[in-house]
């Protein structure tokens, strides 16, 4: 079996595993001590190449990439006979809807929210509007980037140190020179052609010393919580490009640097992967969170024009309201 079944099948199987567990707590909600599954996304060389018969030199190692674990859910309390608090909230989410909404009124600027509990399927949005993305563009250029390695157009080695520098670093001059590279209208143009209808890249960022010569177009760059919301999903489910391509992504963002925001309002000893986003205007996270109850989706976005270094905080509090939604008591 070649590296890169290899790697789908541990996909499929860490998957498989997590819908079991998922299973299991609606079966023994009260009554089980713990289910565990733990899978290792390795480095893998995903084959290709600007030339057929260019060999694949130098991949990265496997200790470029983050092993990926889901945690054993155990709970060492007495069962009681009552219902539990998760059966009790409704299935649309309109509660954890109110609750947000209440909790972001009195806050600075003017804020979107997106969540969605990957297990059932079930999402909220607030505020879906269209809004200066910063960094949080880099989720995308990742995507586009996949897509010509996956197409053969690069070898991954040819832009790997880049892609690691933007998503685990968000380095700005990583950035660009990946958008010289696979193209500039590349990013916009694979957003069209994977359903993200909100999401445009026009120019590239600062600061930088190689953003200049890049813009397409008088416009912003721009998305919203949904599409952004959405691209998360792609990544997690391992449709982005390919289960291979969306593994790399997904480890990007688990050694992601920056943790300030909604990784702040959860649990250390759960697993989050995320991406920021931030401005003097606006501020952004996008998480994965591998939660005992459930795995989710939370996007939060801010416009606070010359105020959102002062919004860092409320991340956080929003984050620790979602994720006690779902894990009452904990």
Known sequence: MGPDKELEREFAERNRK????SKKRLIKQWTFLGAAVAV????????????????VKNA???SQTSEIKVRAAVDETPAAPAESKAEE????????KKMLEDKIAPYTGEWSVYVKNLDTDKSITINNRPIYPASIIKLFALGAAYQQINDGIFVEETLYPDLEQMAVHSNNVAFNNIVWDIGKTAITDWCRENGYKDTEQNHGLNPADNAEGLATSDKRNVTTVEDVGKMMESIYRGECVSKVCSARMLNFMLDQEYRDKLPAGIPRNVMVANKTGETD???????IVYSP?????????????????D?????SLISADVYGYFNPGT
């Open 18 to 21: 997590r819908r079991l567990i």
């Open 40 to 55: 290792i996304m390795g480095a893998t060389v995903i084959a290709g190449g600007k030339k057929a018969d260019k060999p």
């Open 60 to 62: 990265p190692s496997s």
């Open 89 to 96: 909230k409704p299935d649309d989410l309109s509660d954890l």
């Open 281 to 287: 205007d606006v501020s952004h996270d996008a998480a």
């Open 293 to 309: 109850a459930c795995d989710y989706i939370i996007v939060v976005m801010v416009d606070a024009p010359d105020e959102a270094w």
């Open 311 to 315: 919004c860092f905080g409320y991340f």
